[in-house]
T-cell receptor, first 115, second 114 residues
Framework: AQSVTQLGSHVSVSEGALVLLRCNYS??????LFWYVQYPNQGLQLLLK??????LVKGINGFEAEFKKSETSFHLTKPSAHMSDAAEYFC?????????????FGKGTKLSVIP | SQTIHQWPATLVQPVGSPLSLECTVE??????LYWYRQAAGRGLQLLFY??????ISSEVPQNLSASRPQDRQFILSSKKLLLSDSGFYLC?????????????FGSGTRLTVV
């Protein structure tokens, strides 16, 4: 079975500070991992994905994440937070289903950016 | 390019009334289709997925149902809404190998049952 745990339902950072959103996964098969961002009343947008190539993955809007197998982690980082980064972030892992691969999502981390 | 359309954007319905939410995908064939619900504090819950016309798998028992009458059309329905059906409903699609590419989500429907 696959699952993800996002540590911290709410994270606040100052504008210009480092953003670190934590995600740990559990997977019975080599995982594919994803980070999505959701702005209020909108759908989810893919930020980045790990699909067993490079362990350091760069995404949109200056975000990146590093896959660490030994720590079963896939934390999302950004060196300098912008006000526009305020949103909810979801980590997800794939799991096989009948004829498809399904995403299992974490419960999300709401990021607030303080001016 | 592929696009996904979901409507309506918002909906207020009385308890006991029927529901029909529609989702269509353009620019791809044979997509996998998904319905998720997002309720406050509960994250994203997979409700249904479909790998082909008429093929529906349910993840969670509830008073909702889904249908896929055409390859790129996915409908979420209910005969009688409950207060607990309130939430943000998201449709998504993926290629058959969603493992590699993840999902593309629609813009969502905010359903309030009153």
């Amino acid at each position: 079975a696959q699952s993800v745990t996002q540590l911290g339902s709410h994270v606040s950072v100052s504008e210009g500070a480092l953003v670190l959103l934590r995600c740990n996964y559990s997977s019975s098969v080599p995982p594919y991992l994803f980070w999505y961002v959701q702005y209020p009343n909108q759908g989810l947008q893919l930020l980045l994905k790990y699909t067993s190539a490079a362990t350091l993955v760069k995404g949109i809007n200056g975000f990146e994440a590093e896959f660490k197998k030994s720590e079963t982690s896939f934390h999302l980082t950004k060196p300098s937070a912008h006000m526009s980064d305020a949103a909810e972030y979801f980590c997800a892992v794939t799991r096989p289903g009948a004829g498809s691969y399904q995403l299992t999502f974490g419960k999300g981390t709401k990021l607030s950016v303080i001016p | 390019s592929q696009t996904i359309h979901q409507w309506p954007a918002t909906l207020v319905q009385p308890v006991g009334s029927p529901l029909s939410l529609e989702c269509t995908v353009e620019g791809t064939s044979n997509p996998n289709l998904y319905w998720y619900r997002q309720a406050a504090g509960r994250g994203l819950q997979l409700l249904f997925y479909s790998v082909g016309i008429g093929q529906i798998s349910s993840e969670v028992p509830q008073n909702l149902s889904a249908s896929r009458p055409q390859d790129r059309q996915f409908i979420l329905s209910s005969k009688k809404l409950l207060l607990s059906d309130s939430g943000f409903y998201l449709c998504a699609w993926s290629t058959r190998d969603g493992r590699s590419y993840g999902y593309t989500f629609g813009s969502g429907t905010r359903l309030t049952v009153v």
